[in-house]
């Protein structure tokens, strides 16, 4: 019996080092410089050696680094996890593979990467002291590539594939433009096909469609556009509530990219905590709304409520911006614009699905109050855990109000000012459309007997 319990702990040890060595690293990062020169594009690529699994490093008797036989491995691992994952575009079309210019091992403690010219310097130096103590999972591979191209005035992209690196894999790409400007990129996992210096359209296609799904995947945004539009019927009322909502969440998209909103860690949990408030508001409103009225529900004053919360929205889409505006080039405001745009044609696509829902359902389904009673209930028992979930985490927080600076007082101004404009253009809009409803002949405006719904 004891012999067998010591075979096993034999086979554990033997097994372990094994099974630990194709552990998949927790967190990978990635570093990649790109550089066209003339009809050339050199890629430097810096990655974790312990990212490269299922490489048969050579070792020396105490376990550590071959470093003298590792050239081999170092170029299967090169072009295996780096090299084929790797793909860049030239004028739309992918660029042939690369040959592999230089593979080298250097120590975690290296910092050649911290420019193109000390990285290229690095990559194309002698490699380590053959004596040195190295382990391979203590190690950095820095390669470099050699892509041939057309000319270092073409339009580039780059798309990354080194998710499967790391459970959680960053890339870090700083592109050197042929004047020697630097554009640097930042981002989890793979985002697809990033266009290096991106022309207006390419910016804006790319912001457009990033704005559409944005809507679509909002789960708080989107609850909160249907208890907006649930007492609405009338084009007229329907077409200026979500007026106002769209200007007023522009007003802060945009003043916020530009700098103007809060930098505090606690902003973010703040708003986010502030929209599932809405949420609950606007449902609440909904079921008081339908349960005291005996005839037309519709709100007359609910383009305010839109126009202010809005303004919170708008930073809950500000948020979501914040790492994808690097991919905008040097076209930032038309990114913002063209964002916006895509959150327009997604909440567009919503009401057109909505609405006609709606009236259907209480047309054939239930009666209108009930329909919109239990609806209401529902969204505000949702928006309720959002709002109580979102309070703890943001009560984690040490909010410390900002001290009181005359840049700070010249913000608020600013701030102030756009509001109050917003605002004077929301009533005088209001007004004209009153008094234009006035005038118009009495058999011509709409009966409230006849506008009354169950």
Excluded at 342 to 369: D, H, K, N, S, T
């Amino acid at each position: 019996m004891f012999k067998g319990v010591g075979l096993s702990a034999a086979l554990l040890l033997v097994v372990a080092p094994a099974a630990i060595a194709h552990d998949i690293p927790s967190d990978v990062t990635v570093q990649v410089f790109v550089k066209p020169e003339g009809s050339k594009l050199p890629a430097i690529v810096r990655a974790p050696l312990q990212a490269m699994r299922d490489v048969d490093y050579p070792r020396r008797p105490d376990g550590r680094v071959d470093l003298p036989r590792a050239d081999r491995a170092l170029r299967e691992a090169a072009t295996v996890w780096l090299r084929d994952n790797l793909h860049i575009y030239e004028n739309g079309a992918e660029v042939a593979q690369p040959q592999i210019g230089d593979a080298r091992v250097s120590i975690l403690s290296d910092r050649s990467f911290a420019s193109y010219e000390s990285a290229l310097a690095h990559a194309a130096a002698p490699p380590l002291d053959p004596t040195t103590d190295l382990f391979w999972n203590d190690g950095l591979l820095d390669v470099r590539f050699d892509y041939a191209i057309q000319s270092e005035r073409s339009a580039f992209a780059l798309d990354t594939r080194f998710a499967r690196l790391g459970v959680r894999t960053t890339t870090v790409v700083r592109f050197v433009m042929p004047d020697s400007s630097v554009r640097a990129f930042e981002y989890a996992g793979d985002p697809g096909l990033v266009t290096l210096d991106p022309r207006w359209f390419e910016a804006a296609r790319r912001f457009v469609v990033a704005g559409f799904f944005h809507i679509l995947d909002g789960t708080d945004h989107l609850l909160f556009l249907v208890c907006l539009v649930i007492p609405l019927r009338r084009i007229r009322s329907l077409v200026g509530v979500v007026t106002a909502f769209t200007l007023a969440h522009s007003v802060t998209l945009l003043s916020s990219a530009f700098g103007y909103a809060p930098t505090m860690l606690w902003f973010p949990p703040l708003v986010e905590t502030a929209i599932a408030a809405s949420i609950v508001y606007m449902a609440l409103e909904n079921i008081v709304l339908f349960s005291r009225a005996a005839g037309d529900v519709e709100p007359r004053a609910r383009w305010i409520v839109a126009f202010a919360f809005g303004l919170v929205h708008g930073f809950g889409f500000s948020f979501a911006l914040r790492e994808t505006l690097q991919f905008a080039g040097s076209h930032l405001l038309t990114s913002l614009l063209s964002f916006n745009v895509g959150v327009e044609l997604g909440q567009l696509l919503v009401l057109a699905v909505l609405v006609p829902a709606l009236a259907l359902l209480f047309r054939y389904g239930v009666l209108e109050r009930v329909g919109a009673i239990l609806i209401s209930a529902l969204v505000a028992h949702t928006g309720w855990h959002w709002m109580i979930d979102r309070w703890e985490r943001l009560r984690q927080y040490n909010i410390e109000w900002p001290a009181i600076t005359p840049e700070l007082l010249l913000v608020f101004v600013r701030w102030a000012m756009a509001i109050v404009a917003l605002a004077a253009a929301g009533w005088l809009w209001s007004v004209v459309r009153g008094r234009a409803r006035a005038r118009l002949p009495l058999a011509s405006q709409p009966d409230a007997a006849s506008g009354s719904r169950q």
